[in-house]
Nanobody
Framework: QVQLVESGGGLVQAGGSLRLSCAASGRTFSSLAMGWFRQAPGKEREFVAAIGWSGFSTYVADSVKGRFTISRDNAKNTVFLQMNSLKPEDTAVYYC?????????????????WGQGTQVTVSS
């Protein structure tokens, strides 16, 4: 399995931006689909975005569409989540995950590799 480490979380005011990074170890990164999830206190985990191994195929949840963008740099074994126009309801722990491919509901990642998460807090 690949090892994943998220970074870039923090405290930001509503309307601000953050860019999350997820660095992967191992030589297989460029062949893996990557996903971003989030979980707020007392809420179920939410599938936020995913990107195919080449970067051409992407998915973004309706709840963040137009504000969040997922991208990847296979040369740096890193996937990014650019978050703009942040809202207080975006506050959550954000996790990245890796698997051979992704499905529209993100459930394939249940059997993949996961990072430890990074906290994002948006103040009003």
């Amino acid at each position: 399995q690949v090892q994943l480490v998220e970074s870039g979380g923090g405290l930001v005011q509503a309307g601000g931006s953050l860019r999350l990074s997820c660095a992967a170890s191992g030589r297989t990164f460029s062949s893996l689909a990557m996903g971003w999830f989030r979980q707020a206190p007392g809420k179920e985990r939410e599938f936020v975005a995913a990107i195919g191994w080449s970067g051409f195929s992407t998915y973004v949840a309706d709840s963040v569409k137009g504000r969040f963008t997922i991208s990847r740099d296979n040369a740096k074994n890193t996937v990014f989540l650019q978050m703009n126009s942040l809202k207080p309801e975006d506050t959550a722990v954000y996790y990245c995950a890796a698997d051979r491919d992704y499905s529209r509901d993100g459930k394939n990642f249940d059997n993949g590799s996961w990072g430890q998460g990074t906290q994002v807090t948006v103040s009003s």
